[in-house]
């Protein structure tokens, strides 16, 4: 087997979005533009209402799927496909945009505490322009594994005979959220050829030689295993890998296609209220 190393380690970067609210990215900077099909990863969070209270109003999507997943607090939805919601903590949230949606996103507090992940994951040329889908399920709803000194909540694929609930089966995305006690550490095996990345949120880890500190995310080298120790506060940390889709990639804001004119007309659609072709209904619990 061969294993998987770090081929770069990228800090987190405050972006301010919405309406006024600072997320912290790593895929989607300068420092990487996308890591196929991964086209952006924002990890938000505040125990201030005040920074993200406005949340994020009404805005479009064309040609890529975005999962989100809280880890406290909630987040009320609202889209074009008529859907609403309100995504709990441990809960996940699935919206294949395709072929346009519209949606908001207002995040909120419970016990003072607001924090989560959003994940851009690209479409194929074949799916950028299929009638959009949506996915939610409860904190309830979702597998976990627990061994000693280690629990692994499957959000998306497989892991230990579990899988997750949500179907994602173009991109075949699988999506874990790892804890782990102080030096315990963490065996795992990958298809070798999946992009594949690690994002440290809650203390330390160490992958190899090379220390994974805080809010900090490894982008992983082919391979076919992987191997996580905690550091001595333990840790915890979303493991994520997916099929590279392997096309061009044009991204103007919230549309991702594959050509500038693909753009531009997802432009011309949105001004002129064309956007929103399809509706699909929900599926969850």
């Known amino acids: ?118 994940l851009w994951i690209n479409l194929p040329a074949s799916e950028k322009m299929a009638d959009p889908a949506y996915q939610e399920f409860s904190p309830e709803a979702i597998p976990e594994v627990r061994n000693d000194g280690e629990r692994v909540r499957v959000l998306l694929g497989e892991y230990a005979g579990q899988r997750g609930v949500i179907e994602d089966p173009t991109t075949e995305v699988q999506y874990l959220d790892i804890a782990l006690d102080a030096q315990r550490s963490f065996s795992h095996t990958l298809r070798k050829d999946d992009s594949a990345f690690v994002y440290v949120f809650e203390g330390s880890a160490t992958l190899g030689p090379t220390a994974l500190p805080q809010h900090s995310l490894a982008a992983l080298s082919p391979g076919d295993s992987l191997e996580i120790t905690a550091g001595s506060n333990g840790a915890r940390f979303i493991l994520v890998s997916g099929k590279a889709v392997r096309e061009p990639i044009v991204q103007y804001g919230p549309f991702v296609m594959n050509t500038r004119d693909e753009i531009e007309q997802a432009m011309r659609d949105y001004r002129d209220n064309q956007l929103v072709q399809k509706k699909a209904a929900m599926r969850g619990t």
């Open 1 to 118: 087997m061969t294993a998987r190393t770090i081929q770069q380690l990228v800090q987190a970067h405050a972006v301010t979005e919405g309406a006024g609210v600072t997320v912290h990215r790593t895929i989607g900077t300068p420092a990487l533009r996308n890591l196929d099909p991964f086209l952006m990863l924002d990890h938000f969070g505040s125990d201030n209402p005040d920074e993200y209270i406005a949340g994020f109003p009404d805005h479009p999507h064309r040609g890529f799927i975005t999962f989100t997943y809280m880890l406290d607090g909630h987040m009320q939805h609202q889209d074009s496909m008529g859907n609403r919601g309100d995504l709990r903590a441990g809960g996940a949230q699935w919206m294949k945009a395709a072929s346009g949606v519209i949606h908001s996103e207002m995040p909120q507090q419970t016990d003072g505490l607001m924090r989560g992940f959003q």
